[in-house]
């Protein structure tokens, strides 16, 4: 009987360990059911890492003389494989519906497939053979994997938390984040305006971590590579590019850009998207500051912030030099 349990628990530790070959990334949901189970992995996948927690305590305390009865953790060690077989499942499938970073995906899949196939070959060690040394082994194996696999998951969603260590190089006040710098005079509309609104306002999902849609947003050459629809730029004809179709949405329409609660672009940052469109989209042009068009006079404004939002029809009137 042992030997059965123990074989089965094998058996899955060495496909979950393969799972990760088998993985594609940006397929199509195959089910309407598969969005909807994926979207519980945030929330599954926090079940696993208490469990080793509680499973760290128990094994440790039994080295100090406080003993938990063995069926209680054997049974711990069962609810720890099937919950990180759970998390694995739905992040698996999270993973299918594209728009991550492929890299950072693929070591966060790895990790957390071996992860998972040491959870179960632990409970097969655990049929066969009592060995509390071996037991508190795989147990420092997994909490390494652990954390091997959720730092790449970690960054995936919210970045990499290293960036703000105190040892790191900070942004400085004069950096303008969030903010664009006064143009100069004469000056590149797309350097000095487009693209610091896109880093802005696009980037956060369509650059080299999110590439939602496939389409990435944080170079002239990506932007103009277009994304999962093709080209969303139309040099010369905004009126034909999804990019600004989608911009132009109404803001509860599904496919408006951003996302309805995403920071929003304002006006004056639409009309100016479209003039550089039908203007050429050009990455190189050169305008003296003498001969910008109305719409570019918004931004002349000294360090015009672009994670504000201002009334809408503020932002279109003529700015008011800086300190009169
Ligand atoms: C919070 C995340 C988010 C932000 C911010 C965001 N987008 Fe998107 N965008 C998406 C998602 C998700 C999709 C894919 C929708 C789909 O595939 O159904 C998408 C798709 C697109 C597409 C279609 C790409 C294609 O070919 O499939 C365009 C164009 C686009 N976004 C432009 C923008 C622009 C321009 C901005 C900034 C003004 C922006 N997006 C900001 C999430 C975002």
């Not at 880093?199 to 939602?212: I, L, N, T």
Request: with cysteine; proline share 9%; glycine share 6%.
């Amino acid at each position: 009987m042992t030997r059965i349990a123990a074989s089965i628990y094998l058996l899955l530790a060495a496909i979950f360990a393969a799972a990760p070959l088998l993985f594609e990334a940006g397929e199509q949901a195959s089910s309407p059911w598969t969005p909807f189970i994926a979207s519980f992995h945030p929330l599954i996948l926090h079940l696993p890492i208490g469990m080793i927690a509680a499973l760290l305590a128990l094994e440790l305390g039994s080295f100090i003389g406080r003993k938990t009865d063995l069926s209680t953790r054997n049974f711990i060690w069962l609810l720890t494989a099937l919950s990180a077989t759970a998390s694995f499942s739905t992040g698996y499938l999270l993973g299918e519906e594209g728009g991550y970073d492929r890299e950072l995906l693929s070591d966060h899949l790895w990790a957390a497939g071996i992860f998972t196939s040491i959870c179960w070959s632990t409970l097969a060690i655990n049929e066969l053979k009592k060995h509390t040394l071996l037991r508190l082994l795989s147990l420092i194996a997994i909490s390494i994997s652990l954390v091997v696999a959720s730092h790449p998951g970690g960054v995936i969603v919210h970045g990499d938390p290293f960036a703000a260590a105190p040892w790191k190089d900070k942004p400085s006040p004069s950096d303008n984040y969030g903010l664009l710098a006064e143009p100069g005079d004469p000056f590149n509309p797309y350097l000095e305006i487009i693209q610091p609104i896109m880093d802005a306002k696009c980037v956060s999902c369509h650059g080299e971590e999110k590439k939602k849609g496939k389409l990435r947003l944080d170079s002239f050459e990506a932007a103009m590579r277009g994304g999962d629809f093709g080209e969303c730029i139309e040099p010369g004809d905004s009126f034909n590019s999804l990019l600004v179709e989608l911009l132009e949405y109404p803001l509860d329409d599904e496919d408006h850009m951003p996302p309805e609660d995403e920071p929003q672009l304002t006006q004056a940052e639409i009309d100016v998207i479209k003039w550089w469109i039908d203007s050429g989209a050009r990455p190189d042009q050169m305008l003296p500051r003498a001969e910008a068009p109305d719409v570019l006079h918004p931004f002349f404004v000294p360090n015009y912030r672009l994670l504000e939002k201002p009334p809408a029809d503020e932002m279109v009137e003529m700015p008011q030099p800086s300190g009169a």
